[in-house]
């Protein structure tokens, strides 16, 4: 089955800096690599995602990048708002496994 | 719409009760599945269903049974509940599996004492 490693566990930056979320997974596989965000009390959300015939995808601050020879994919958020203080999980869903998740904040 | 609704929201149960996690989605969607979250580990699927009428089982499914007589609803029940099923509990449909962005719902608080 699949393995999908997330790190870190937890990020902490500074309101503007920016913040990358690594994942590692081990089915080649998969084809599909959403991020998914989670508020206190929700559920995840997808924000961003990227299919396997592209390199890089971005939507305003918010960007994936894959790598699919080294296997891993990576959310880059740009700018760093309040706001995005949330758990970001990533998912290869060709077998439905989630990372960990990590727990970002954004100081002011 | 509504999207992925889920009740209850929060739900304390004594150890051996039974109870049923409901799940509906008015969105047309074909694929439905549950997830329990524990700290620090993430989504972890429970039981999946392709359709009406087929389900299957995922990471952890001891202790848990699905049935999925419509597209809209997929109930999840837990037979004889126990301490380890202390979780979030969180429903999500999608087009289809494997390729589609899952919609969650709100999510079930259940504590098990």
């Known amino acids: 089955g699949e393995n999908v490693e997330q790190h870190p566990s937890t990020l902490s930056v500074q309101e503007g800096d920016s913040a990358v979320i690594k994942c590692t997974y081990s089915?080649?596989?998969?084809?599909?690599f959403p991020w998914y965000k989670q508020e206190l009390g929700k559920g995840p959300q997808l924000i961003i995602d990227?299919?396997?015939?592209?390199g890089e995808k971005k939507d305003q601050r918010i960007a994936v990048t894959l790598n699919k020879t080294a296997k891993h994919f990576s959310l880059h958020i740009t700018e760093t708002q309040p706001e995005d203080s949330a758990v970001y999980f990533c998912?290869?869903?060709?077998?439905?496994?989630f990372g960990a998740g990590t727990r970002l904040t954004v100081k002011p | 719409n509504a999207g992925v609704t889920q009740t209850p929201k929060f739900q304390v149960l004594k150890t051996g009760q039974s109870m049923t996690l409901q799940c509906a989605q008015d969105?047309?969607?074909?694929?439905m599945s549950w997830y329990r979250q524990d700290p620090g580990m993430g989504l972890r699927l429970i039981h999946y269903?392709?359709?009406?009428?087929?389900?299957d089982q995922g990471e952890v499914p001891n202790g848990y049974n699905v049935s999925r007589s419509t597209t809209e609803d997929f109930p999840l029940r837990l037979l004889s509940a126990a301490p380890s099923q202390t979780s979030v509990y969180f429903c999500?449909?999608?087009?289809?599996?494997?390729?589609?962005?899952?919609?969650f719902g709100p999510g079930t608080r259940l504590t098990v004492l």
């Open positions: 990227i299919r396997s015939n592209v």
């Open positions: 269903s392709v359709g009406a009428g087929i389900t």
């Open positions: 998912a290869a869903p060709n077998d439905m496994r």
């Open positions: 969105m047309n969607h074909e694929y």
């Open positions: 089915d080649s596989a998969s084809n599909y």
């Open positions: 999500a449909s999608s087009y289809g599996p494997g390729e589609d962005t899952q919609y």
